[in-house]
């Protein structure tokens, strides 16, 4: 497992732009899928978007796709999830998550296969 610390969360109108980052420890970080899921208040924890080990192929859910951008920096062990022209129903808390293990088709959009997970950095969306 990785030790997987976010940042960049906050309160934002909108329309407007975030960019969350995701600090991994490790040296095999270059080897583990990585993604990001989000949690609104009463709600289940959700699918954002997946990254493959070497970033060749991206997943995103639909709610996101063609807004926000995930990306890896293998060399600074850093994901990174960029959003833009965020909506009020984008307001949760965020996660990063990342699995050793590999994964196929709808695997990368579940929670169940991940097994290192960040705290979580929130992120707020007004109208």
């Known amino acids: 497992q990785v030790q997987l610390v976010e940042s960049g969360g906050g309160l934002v109108q909108a329309g407007g732009s975030l960019r969350l980052s995701c600090a991994a420890s490790g040296r095999t970080f270059s080897t583990y899928v990585v993604g990001w899921f989000r949690q609104a208040p009463g709600k289940e924890r959700e699918f954002v978007a997946a990254i493959t080990a070497h970033g060749g192929s991206t997943y995103y859910a639909n709610s996101v796709k063609g807004r926000f951008t995930i990306s890896r920096d293998n060399a600074k062990n850093t994901e990174y999830l960029q959003m833009n022209s965020l909506k009020p129903e984008d307001t949760a808390v965020y996660y990063c998550?990342?699995?050793?293990?590999?994964?196929?088709?709808?695997?990368?959009?579940?929670?169940?296969?991940?097994?290192?997970w960040g705290q979580g950095t929130q992120v707020t969306v007004s109208s």
């Open positions: 998550a990342a699995t050793s293990k590999y994964l196929s088709g709808l695997y990368y959009y579940t929670a169940a296969p991940y097994d290192s």
